[in-house]
């Protein structure tokens, strides 16, 4: 199946290192998907890296990330490639 991936980037003004929210579709012949609010993280002098939207538990007694939505290996890497590529070309506008 082929899988066209669609970016809307918003860099964010908030706690760092969280840089961006992206809301990503994802569109194939029989329908579509959109994936809200996948974030960006960039520290100082590192490369930015992106994840799907997660929640934080608390799971006896300690606190987890519990992803929201689960792809395939290969497709989310395309994903969180395409919103890293709008990421760069964002930051680099500006």
């Known amino acids: 199946m ?3 991936i669609e970016v809307q980037l918003a860099v964010v003004d908030a706690k760092a290192p969280l840089r961006a929210l ?3 579709t ?3 012949s029989s329908g579509q998907i959109t ?3 996948c ?3 960039q520290k100082i002098g590192e490369p930015p890296w992106a ?3 997660r929640l934080l538990i608390d799971k006896g007694g300690k606190k987890v990330f ?3 939505v689960d792809l395939p290996r290969e ?3 395309r994903v969180l490639d395409a919103v890293l590529s709008e990421y760069r070309s964002k930051s680099d506008a500006r």
């Open 66 to 68: 519990v992803p929201l």
């Open 51 to 53: 994840n799907l939207p």
């Open 35 to 37: 994936i809200r609010r």
């Open 2 to 4: 082929n899988t066209d």
């Open 26 to 28: 994802l569109r194939w």
């Open 39 to 41: 974030a960006v993280f």
């Open 75 to 77: 497709l989310k890497q």
């Open 22 to 24: 992206a809301d990503v």
